[in-house]
Structure formats: C-alpha cells, structure tokens
C-alpha cells in the first residue's frame, strides 16, 4: 500500500518545494524504500510547452513525450527514477479533459462543478498507477492563498479522509524572512501561511522553514506553538552551497525520521545507506582542476530556461574532479560583435536549444568562432541546427542555407520534416499543426556509426535520447557536408533524420539533435557531458 506525502508552499513562490521533495524522496530511498514523485501545476496552461522560458524556465520532457514540469528534473536527478506523463498535471488539463466529457454527453446532463468533478479529476490523478511504490511524493505548485490552487488544495483534504489511518501526510514549506533593520527573524508571515492551510481543512504535520541563515531554536518553538506542530517537526531548512548537500542537511535536520515516525514505521536500529551523498559531497570538495565554459543562449535572463544544462555540466565536471566556471552569453551580443570580445578566454563554448530566430545569427557567429579557433563545442537540438547553416554558409559556401524556420529559403539545410518513423508507427506533423505537444517529443533511438567520436563517447551501437524540437537537418545536404569533413555519427534507424554530426580535424566539435542534459545524473554523469568537459580540460591545459 503506498503512502502519500503531499508537500505545499507558502508566503512566496521558488522556496524550493520541488528541492524539498526530490530531497525527501531521496533519503526515503536510503531508507531502502521506493518511491515516486509527482507534481500538480495550477496554472491554466495544458503542460508548458509553449510557456516563454523566461517567465516559467525549461520544459523538462520524459521519455513517453511529455512536456512538464522542471521540477521533474529535479525529482529524476535525486531518485534516479524516470518520470512519465502520469507524473504532471495541470489545471488546464484538467478542465480540458473535464469539459471535453461533458461535450461528449458523459456527464448525462448533469451540472459539471469544481466539487465533485474537478477535484475527483484531481484524486483519480494522483492515486493512479501508485500499486507499486512504497511512497507517493506529490508537489502542489505555487502558495497556498492561490485562488486557481484552491480545488488542488480540497481534493487533498478530501483524500486524507478517504485514505485509510497513517498513510497521508502534509508537509509545509515557507519562508522564515529576516529584517535587516530590525536584526530579527520574522516568524509572522509562517504563521500567517500556516492559518491559511488550516481554513481550508489541512492541518500541516511538518513544517520546513527555508531561511538564509541558522534559525534558533526560541524561534522554531513560536512556530511550533503557533501553528500546532510538534517542535522535532519545525524542521529548518538553511542555504547551503551546493543543492546535493539539501539531502543530507534535511536529515541531519530530522525530516525522515520524523516522516516516518509519523507513518508508525520508524526503526531507531536500521541504518539507511547514504553511501552515495556522502560521496557526492567528498566530490564536490576535491576538484582538483579549473575550466571555463560559455554557455550562448537566449533565454539567459532566467537560468532556470537551462535548469537540466546546468546540472549536466556541473555532474560532468564532478566525475572529472573539474571545477566549471560558467559564463552565461546572451548571443545577441554576438549578432553586431566580434566574438573575440567575449569568447577569447573561454576553454568551451555551448550552444544550446531554443526557438526562433532572434538571437541565432549571434549563436552562428559563436559556432563559426569556435571552429576556426579549434575551441571545444557542444550544439544541442537548435545549436546542432545552427552548426549545420553556419557549416553550409561558410563550408559549402551556400549563403542562402538556413533553416525554414526562419521563412522560405532557397538552400533548407534545416526543414520541417512532415513525417517519420517511432518504433513501428508514422508520425506525421505540418506548418499548420499546433505548436502544442506536436514536436518530435521523448525518447528515440539512434544508430551510431563505428569509429566515430559519438561511438567512443558512448561506447554503444544503438542510443535511446530525449527529444524536443518540430524542425530537422535535412538529410538530403549530408553528401555535400560529408565532402568538407561534416561527419554524421548518428542517424535515425530508418536513415532519415541526423542525430548526431562531428567535424574531422577539430579537436572536439560535436553537435546533437536531442537534449542529453535531460538524462545526466549526478551518479550517472551523461557521456557526452564527459567527454565535453575533458575536452575543454585539454583545451585549457594548452593555454
């Protein structure tokens, strides 16, 4: 029988919700426990696909297609189990879903309502496919007071009562705000928080107070009294250096014995494992070396637009005992400057995915600097895109190449492909499609060629990779590439689609359709991020 966590927010957004349950998630694991993760979003969006990374951050895809939550990120980073479709949910798809029924007539002419039928929407999602786990973590998005969070909020309630004795629980997270004119720790706007969650019907058994400092205990006690928790359940939760340090510092702080002390399951005598997060932690304070990316992207104002990049890196780093400096490029810069300017002291530069064409001519500009300077780079899905135009203009000298993304062109070195082939079915898409939820999304397959740097780095025949884009290298330009040193790695098994090209005579010039940061670990470190931040070692040890 699973038991449920169910963890919410309060006086302010980005506390770290997400961070506290991939944590807690984590030391359940240790525990010898599994566990699953899941994340509901109020907003009225169907899924984020077509959200500006600026205001929401990156779309984090699962293998079966799904455009989610970056949260998913997280939570496949600290447990190392695979999301899916089942895992995201949002207000919006709810109500479409819902009103999609009552269209259909299932409703049988009666009153569609947010009570009973919204919220049972809402139950049905979180209890299904919960046979096989020992513990369901499920994240409400946003803060408790939110008027569109408020059905997410009953349908919690109203399972707590449904669930059997024990197996339901409800943790707060909120801001502890220190008042520098004061010199105080304010405790009023938990209390305030917490009074708002008790008048819609939860009462919160723990409390994680996220703060930028030691919280003492006289305060911890006020809240305890104040919002009728147990102490030993006011669990701090201050800044730390590194967020694969959150785990340890969550338990040093009492939350998983505390947790399931609450689930009647604790056992002062068993000895969870926390093998691996120490190590992480050992790793994280003996890097030995020192390299600096730049990272030339679009959307840089935010950095969450790029969450799983820099995660990848920084897991590439650590298995290499590197420490990686990353210079975030907005490359715009780069449209009207000489790169020179910008990228001369840079050991590695990266281009990463995005849409559109704002921003792109600096992104070629990058991509030609780093091939004439025979500086290491990585091109992920729109940077592999913008590599194949940059080589098609300057390579093969077509100076109308570009993709068709951009508008007609004569020379579509990058086009939108109307059809191709996942496992046994056809998939096919055209410039009328909607953009939601219509791209090549999840996992596909790709053949790598033998002796290649893709083979090396993978040391595998045939790779599985995350997808998420609608254009593609046409496939009809690969003989003209191959005859000025492009090299295509890794094809698609029906032969079609470019996967993966490298470029003969450079030290490391590598780009990819998919987006392999999606699948880094911090104990499974990505390949391709490896390989990279070795490259860009080499590339700083010549200097």
């Given at each position: 029988?699973?038991?449920?966590?169910?963890?919410?927010?309060?006086?302010?957004?980005?506390?770290?919700k997400?961070l506290s349950?991939?944590s807690?998630g984590a030391?359940?694991q240790?525990?010898?426990?599994?566990?699953?993760?899941?994340?509901?979003?109020?907003?009225l969006?169907?899924?984020?696909?077509?959200?500006?990374?600026?205001?929401?951050?990156?779309?984090?895809?699962?293998?079966?297609?799904?455009?989610?939550?970056?949260?998913?990120?997280?939570?496949?980073?600290f447990?190392?189990?695979s999301?899916?479709?089942?895992?995201?949910?949002?207000?919006?798809?709810?109500?479409?879903n819902?009103?999609?029924?009552?269209r259909?007539?299932?409703y049988?002419?009666?009153?569609?309502?947010?009570?009973?039928?919204v919220?049972?929407?809402?139950?049905?999602?979180?209890?299904?496919?919960?046979?096989d786990?020992?513990f369901l973590?499920?994240?409400i998005g946003?803060?408790?007071?939110?008027?569109?969070?408020?059905?997410?909020?009953?349908?919690?309630?109203?399972?707590?009562n449904?669930?059997?004795?024990?197996s339901?629980?409800?943790?707060?997270?909120?801001?502890?705000?220190?008042?520098?004119?004061?010199?105080?720790?304010?405790?009023?706007?938990?209390?305030?928080?917490?009074?708002?969650?008790?008048?819609?019907?939860?009462?919160?058994?723990?409390?994680?107070?996220?703060?930028?400092?030691?919280?003492p205990?006289?305060?911890?006690?006020?809240?305890?009294?104040?919002?009728n928790?147990?102490?030993?359940?006011?669990?701090?939760?201050?800044?730390?250096?590194?967020i694969?340090?959150?785990?340890?510092?969550?338990?040093?702080?009492?939350?998983?014995?505390?947790?399931?002390?609450?689930?009647?399951?604790?056992?002062?005598?068993?000895?969870?494992?926390?093998?691996?997060?120490?190590?992480?932690?050992?790793?994280?304070?003996?890097?030995?070396?020192?390299?600096?990316?730049?990272?030339?992207?679009k959307?840089?104002?935010l950095?969450?637009?790029?969450?799983s990049?820099?995660?990848a890196?920084?897991?590439?780093?650590?298995?290499?005992?590197?420490?990686?400096?990353?210079?975030?490029?907005?490359?715009?810069?780069?449209?009207n400057?000489?790169?020179i300017?910008?990228?001369?002291k840079?050991?590695?530069?990266?281009i990463?995915?995005?849409?559109?064409?704002?921003?792109?001519?600096?992104?070629?500009?990058?991509?030609r600097?780093?091939?004439?300077?025979?500086?290491?780079?990585?091109?992920?899905?729109f940077?592999?895109?913008?590599?194949?135009?940059?080589l098609?203009?300057?390579?093969?000298?077509?100076k109308?190449?570009?993709?068709?993304?951009?508008g007609?062109?004569?020379?579509?070195?990058v086009?939108?492909?109307?059809?191709?082939?996942?496992?046994?079915?056809?998939?096919?898409?055209?410039?009328?499609?909607?953009?939601?939820?219509?791209?090549?999304?999840?996992?596909?397959?790709?053949?790598?060629?033998?002796?290649?740097?893709?083979?090396?780095?993978?040391n595998?025949?045939?790779?599985?990779?995350?997808h998420?884009?609608?254009?593609?290298?046409n496939?009809?330009?690969k003989?003209?590439?191959?005859?000025?040193?492009?090299?295509?790695?890794g094809?698609?098994p029906d032969?079609?689609?470019?996967?993966?090209?490298?470029?003969e005579?450079?030290?490391?010039?590598v780009?990819?359709?998919?987006?392999?940061?999606?699948?880094?670990?911090?104990?499974?470190?990505?390949?391709?991020?490896?390989?990279?931040?070795?490259?860009?070692?080499?590339?700083?040890?010549l200097?």
């Amino acid at each position: 029988m699973a038991r449920f966590i169910f963890i919410t927010g309060g006086v302010v957004s980005s506390l770290g919700k997400g961070l506290s349950a991939a944590s807690l998630g984590a030391l359940l694991q240790s525990h010898g426990y599994t566990v699953k993760l899941r994340k509901l979003d109020p907003y009225l969006n169907v899924d984020p696909g077509t959200m500006n990374p600026i205001q929401h951050g990156e779309v984090f895809v699962t293998d079966d297609g799904a455009e989610t939550d970056l949260d998913l990120g997280h939570y496949e980073r600290f447990t190392d189990v695979s999301a899916s479709k089942f895992d995201n949910i949002t207000s919006g798809k709810i109500y479409q879903n819902i009103i999609s029924k009552e269209r259909k007539g299932d409703y049988l002419g009666g009153t569609v309502q947010v009570i009973p039928h919204v919220t049972d929407a809402i139950k049905d999602f979180i209890l299904n496919l919960t046979e096989d786990v020992d513990f369901l973590l499920c994240e409400i998005g946003g803060t408790v007071g939110d008027i569109e969070a408020l059905p997410f909020f009953e349908a919690i309630r109203q399972l707590r009562n449904e669930l059997e004795s024990n197996s339901c629980l409800f943790m707060h997270l909120t801001l502890l705000p220190f008042i520098a004119a004061a010199g105080e720790l304010k405790t009023k706007p938990t209390q305030h928080s917490v009074k708002e969650l008790t008048s819609i019907g939860i009462q919160p058994d723990i409390i994680i107070l996220r703060c930028d400092r030691d919280i003492p205990d006289d305060e911890r006690k006020k809240i305890s009294s104040f919002c009728n928790v147990p102490f030993s359940r006011i669990i701090p939760a201050v800044d730390v250096g590194n967020i694969y340090d959150v785990p340890m510092h969550l338990h040093n702080n009492g939350l998983d014995k505390e947790v399931l002390k609450i689930f009647n399951i604790y056992d002062d005598k068993s000895k969870p494992n926390f093998e691996k997060w120490d190590q992480i932690s050992l790793n994280s304070s003996s890097l030995e070396d020192t390299v600096n990316i730049t990272i030339v992207g679009k959307y840089i104002q935010l950095k969450d637009a790029y969450k799983s990049l820099d995660e990848a890196i920084y897991h590439g780093g650590l298995i290499n005992k590197v420490k990686v400096n990353v210079e975030w490029l907005d490359s715009e810069l780069l449209e009207n400057s000489d790169p020179i300017n910008y990228l001369n002291k840079t050991d590695a530069i990266l281009i990463p995915g995005g849409f559109g064409k704002r921003g792109s001519k600096g992104k070629i500009n990058a991509i030609r600097f780093a091939r004439e300077r025979k500086i290491p780079l990585l091109g992920i899905c729109f940077g592999m895109q913008m590599a194949i135009v940059e080589l098609s203009q300057n390579l093969l000298k077509l100076k109308q190449a570009n993709t068709t993304e951009f508008g007609d062109t004569s020379e579509p070195v990058v086009d939108l492909m109307t059809e191709w082939k996942k496992g046994q079915e056809i998939e096919k898409r055209d410039v009328n499609t909607n953009l939601g939820g219509t791209m090549r999304l999840g996992a596909y397959e790709a053949i790598l060629k033998k002796g290649t740097r893709a083979h090396k780095i993978y040391n595998k025949n045939i790779i599985s990779e995350r997808h998420r884009h609608r254009w593609e290298v046409n496939i009809k330009y690969k003989e003209q590439l191959e005859k000025v040193g492009v090299v295509f790695s890794g094809i698609s098994p029906d032969g079609k689609l470019p996967e993966i090209i490298e470029l003969e005579g450079h030290p490391w010039f590598v780009g990819v359709q998919f987006h392999p940061e999606l699948k880094s670990r911090p104990f499974h470190p990505h390949p391709i991020f490896i390989s990279y931040i070795l490259a860009a070692l080499e590339k700083s040890r010549l200097v």
